[in-house]
């Protein structure tokens, strides 16, 4: 297929490659995106993979708890503009939600649409309502609820609740005694947007497209193929350092690693910690929002007339 313009321009501020590697990581892939992403990872030549997902959509983050921390909930609402997720009726609306979303059964989208907003609407009744109040469309993206028994939970909004993080520990502690912890480790999550929290729970269909991805850079950078079963492994286990939470460097001192950050706090307070759950929500992230050319729509509706 032709590889258009734009095609090219989006996967190079993607990745940060140069404009005839995305050209032609495109013809390789048929136009698929996020294929391309991966050629240009196995030659060498992306530069912002961390950087994919362009976030593309306003709206807002919010987290909610009940009373002693056993519960948690995390919800995400989009908004058209900016402007409109500043304002303090949608921010108020957001909120709600998100004490609605403590009281839900389970995390599906339509039974959370279908639960009672108040007496006289449902969820998906009041987004509407709202919708045509602040006169901009609003939409319940998606919600997650958390009550794991023996689990802690705390949370962090970052930047007035464009990124918000919900984090369970394991623990007989109390919710006061691990809040700063949490918050510590919630602002982790925030900052290096880990996929996993353990390497436990790493997913096999990532952790195989690690591995092609892996091979294909030591085939480009003409390594013996007996050597691969050497290689390989090594690199796969740096990677899992970068996205499994327990194992990143820890932020705020890189001398140790999120798990140890967390072991020496627990030995403070005589109480087990051990981070067993996360939850990262970033506006927008992954929904493609329309560009407007201001010039261009002008004249088109100069032309209509």
């Not at 005839?20 to 391309?36: F, H, V």
């Not at 990677?239 to 020496?264: A, H, I, M, P, T």
Request: aromatic letters at 6%; glycine letters at 6%.
């Amino acid at each position: 297929m032709a590889v258009t313009a734009k095609q090219v321009k989006e996967l190079r501020e993607k990745t940060g490659a140069g404009m005839m590697d995305c050209k032609k990581a495109l013809e390789e892939t048929d136009g698929d995106i996020d294929k391309a992403m991966d050629v240009l990872r196995e030659k060498g030549l992306s530069k912002a993979t961390k950087k994919a997902d362009r976030i593309a959509a306003e709206g807002l983050v919010r987290v909610a708890f009940n009373d002693d921390h056993s519960q948690a909930a995390i919800v995400e609402v989009n908004s058209e503009t900016d402007f409109v997720a500043k304002n303090p009726e949608f921010v108020e609306f957001v909120e709600k939600l998100a004490d609605l979303a403590l009281q839900a059964e389970s995390e599906d989208l339509d039974a959370f649409n279908a639960m009672k907003f108040d007496e006289s609407e449902t969820v998906a009744e009041a987004v509407v309502s709202k919708t045509a109040k602040i006169g901009e469309k609003l939409s319940l993206r998606r919600i997650k609820k958390f009550s794991t028994p023996g689990v802690v939970y705390t949370g962090y909004l970052h930047n007035g609740g464009l990124i918000g993080v919900i984090v369970g520990i394991q623990t007989e502690a109390s919710a006061d005694e691990i809040a700063t912890v949490g918050k510590d480790v919630a602002m982790q999550v925030a900052s290096m947007s880990p996929k996993f929290v353990k390497e436990e729970e790493v997913d096999q269909a990532w952790l195989e497209s690690e591995k092609e991805i892996a091979k294909q850079q030591l085939i480009n950078e003409g390594k013996p193929e007996k050597l691969f079963d050497k290689i390989i492994p090594g690199k796969i286990k740096a990677e899992l350092r970068e996205v499994c939470l327990v194992d990143q460097k820890f932020v705020k001192n890189g001398d140790l690693s999120v798990s140890q950050y967390v072991d020496e706090e627990a030995k403070k307070i005589g109480k087990d910690m051990a981070v067993v759950e996360m939850a990262r929500y970033e506006v927008g992230e992954g929904i493609e929002k329309r560009q407007e050319n201001f010039a261009d729509e002008v004249a088109k509706q100069i032309g209509n007339k």
